[in-house]
Structure formats: C-alpha cells, structure tokens
C-alpha cells in the first residue's frame, strides 16, 4: 500500500515532467523518422537551450526573448550537425557526437562556469502567472497546451509542399533530386527544426527548476528512445498524426515506469541500466522473432 501511494503521489508531478520532456522526444523523433539520419545532437542542444537562456537571463533579457534565442541556438547546433555530414561526408552519429562533443564547451563558454542559479531571477513562468511555479495542475496545463501548439504547427508543415519533400528526403534521398528536392536545405531544415525544439525543452526546464547545468543533457538521449519506442508500440506510426502524437504519450507512458520504479525501491542510477535493456529487447525482439520464424520454415522444409 506504501508503494501504490507514493506512486499516485508521484502521477502528477511525473506527468508535468513528461510533457516538459516531450519537446526532446519529438527532437530526436524528426531526424530519427521523418529523415533516416540517426542524430545524437539532441543531447547536447537540450543544456545548449538551458545554458543560453539562463545567461541571457541573467545578463537582464526578457525571458520571452531570451527562450527564442535560446532555440535558435539550438537550431545552430542541429544545422552544424547536418553541415558536417553533408560537407565531409561523415557519418550521421560521428556527426552528432562531434558537435555534441563540442557544446559541452560552448555551454562552459557561454554559463561561464558549470552550473548557474536563476532562483531570484525572472521567467516566462513569473512572466505569464507566479502560480505556476507552485502549482503542478498549473504547470501540466501549460505544458499541454504549448505541446499541443507545438504538434499542431508541425502537422501543418508536414502536410505543406516542404514538409512533404522533407519526408521524401527521409523515405528515399536517391530519389529526391530527380523531383527538384534539395538534400542539404531539407536535411538542415529537419536537423534544425528537431534541435530547436531540444533546446526549447532545455530553456523551459532551467526557468522551472530555478539553475542550469552544463551536464544536464546526459542520458537524455536514451530515456528519449526509450520514450519514443513506447510511443509507436503503443500508437503505431502509420499515419503522421499518429507518429507525432507517439513521443508525447511515450513520454507519458516512460516517465510514469520511472516513478514506479523509484517507488518499487530501484536506485536512480540503476535506471538508465533498465531502461537501455528495455530498449534493446523492444527493438531487438522484431529481428529475433523473424530470425528464429525464418529457421523454423528451414527445419520444415
């Protein structure tokens, strides 16, 4: 009975928090899916958003202002990363992790220091209501309404002319060209867009838990897979609505499995054993079912 009770206590404030997560989910889910080009830059666009706008914030911007900054950073970063794959010919994963390498440095650069406190400083929360900041009914209402703008603008791109040649970029780059598609504006426009939304993730979440640290990001890319595999087991992504809509409720899902699991007595650093064991089973077991289907016709035959 304990460990329901501490689970119920958690729904709220983990469901808060999966919505907060659900911009990184969606960053990883766009060139993940919608492109073919595995992308690790998210990992480190996320404490590139934070780490933007706390300085800023701290230097007296306007939150508003500096969140938008902050995501335009985080659009720097996802194109550098489409750059240095196009330019050099570099493999999408050395790609990310090259850039992602480098924006540890650049948020050290840009805090400062590694880590900064925006506790007595102002924010979009203390901008639009303080409330917000005490409340969790408030925060989950915020957080959904600006997810669901967020998946509302997204499904009006991708059913725009660009959005569809984004995706035929993804489904078939050989093809592309032949229709008049770019490779490179497409490909740095998908990179761009998904880190943005990284670092809008990283900006909000610095302005609500009040400091900014420059190793905030790490892991994040795993419990984003993790996310967004549950989101399609669950949803499917045979339609775009439905792979839209798949990182936000696996977030939702993956989140609530993280407060069982803390309430079942696991410690937090045996989570991140779990959950990339998890995600190895999910998508290892397709290929295992179909290998071991493939011996069985062969013993019959």
Known sequence: MDILNAFLNLVPVTFA??????????????PFRLLSFPDLTSEGAFPLGGAVAAALIL??????????????AGMLAGAATALIHLQFRLNSLLAGILVFTALYSVNMRVM???????????????????????????????????????????RWYLATESGAALRVVGINPDLAPSL????????LIGLGLANGLSA??????????????????????????????IGETVLGRHTITRQLLAPVVG??????????????????????????VFVLLTLGLPALRKSTGIGREKMRA
């Open 59 to 72: 230097s007296g911007w306007n939150p508003f202002l500096a969140t938008a900054v902050a995501v335009v």
């Open 200 to 229: 809008l993730g990283g900006a909000l979440v610095v302005q609500l838990q009040g400091f900014a640290d420059v190793g905030m990001g790490t892991g994040l890319l795993i419990n984003g897979l993790a996310s967004l595999v």
């Open 17 to 30: 928090q999966s919505l907060m997560y659900s911009f990184v989910v969606l960053g990883i889910m766009i």
């Open 112 to 154: 400062g220091r590694s880590n900064v406190a925006l506790f007595s400083s102002d924010s979009v929360f203390l901008q639009i209501s303080p409330d917000i900041l005490g409340s969790v009914t408030l925060q989950i209402a915020f957080f959904a309404v600006l997810v669901v703008a967020v998946l509302v603008g997204l």
């Open 180 to 187: 008049g598609i770019s490779l490179w504006t497409f490909t």
């Open 251 to 276: 977030a939702a899902i993956y989140y609530q499995f993280v407060s069982l699991g803390l309430s079942l007595g696991l410690q937090p650093s045996d989570l991140k054993l779990v959950t990339a």
